[in-house]
């Protein structure tokens, strides 16, 4: 039989947390190809918490998706078949097909991937989006100095890691914040941060207050909520807040308030809040020095693969409730 296409469509939008019913599995012919594309099979895709704020009808950085469209996502796979010399057959890329087993790229949308530089699925991590993130938010946004406390939050996951990895390289003071006992033990063990805090831990204030000792000069922000609340009491002077994520409130239905309004006034903080898609240009010199560091063996990384795109939708319900452990991925072929 030939090959067909497989999508994943948001069948409506959900209400709170997302469900298994708010997506369909779509069959359909493979594209046709014009003259400057190329068909692409989707190798991995990647499980991004950014998808599901996009399934809300709400006004945002980018459009809301509507009831039978595609599930956005970024994706490597290898050229099968081209009508463009830049991207011969066999050729492997990284693009945003979304959550399907193959797609239409062109010369605008599509960049090589060069397997010299790791395995092919790091383009979906480390060395591509959620690294890019970690670079840029923490080197150009939260500026740490050597001997500076950082904290990150959601530390164990594809993101924040990465930050963490990064300050210590600059010399910082690192704790990470995790859900659960064996997150905590592999960021310290395994990534070099100084201390890890369970936030599911009963004595949790305490123990950050214990870790944080000389309080946090820079905060890279990945959940929010009662996680943030913790982090504003050990807040210091003229702190950065870098708001990168907010991950404990993208299922909610009813927002938790912003609660630490005193604390960024009494010890003057500066909140940056970014997002990584307006950013492009930092892209290859932050990829240079990330791909540079993982050669070098002083950055690590851990995926957490998921097999078949028909189990996409458990694996990202799974993730917005912390179930995953590293980068989350969905091998399609
Ligand atoms: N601004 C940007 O351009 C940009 C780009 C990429 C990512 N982000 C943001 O960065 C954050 C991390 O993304 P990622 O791709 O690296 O994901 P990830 O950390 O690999 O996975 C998500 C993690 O979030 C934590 N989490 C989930 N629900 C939580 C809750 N209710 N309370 C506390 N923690 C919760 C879980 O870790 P624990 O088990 O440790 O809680 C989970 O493993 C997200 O908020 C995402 O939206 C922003």
Redesign the pocket.
Known sequence: MSERNTQIRMKRHPAGMVTQDDFELVQSDLPALADGEALVRVKYL?????M??MMDPVRSYVEPLKPGQLMPGGTVGEVVDSRLDALPKGALVASMLGWQTHGVVNATNARLVDPELGAVSTALGVLG??GV??H??LLELGKPEPGQTVVV??????????VGQIAKLKGCRVVG????PQ?CRYVVEELGFDACVD??APDFAQQLAAATPDYVDVLF???????LDAVLQRIADHARIV?????????ATEPYGLKGMRQLLMHRVTVH??????HRDYWPAAQAELSKWLREGKLKYRE?VSEGLPNAPQAFIR??????????LVKVS
């Open positions: 990647s499980l991004d918490p950014y599901r704020p989006m959620t993130t970690a840029y938010g939050t959601a530390a164990s996951g594809a993101v924040g890691s990465v914040i995790a859900g659960g997150k936030y599911q922000e990945n959940v929010g909520g009662p996680v708001l990168c994520g907010n991950i404990s409130q993208y299922n809040a970014f997002v990584i898609a307006d957490d993730m917005l409730s912390g179930g995953n452990f590293g980068k989350q």
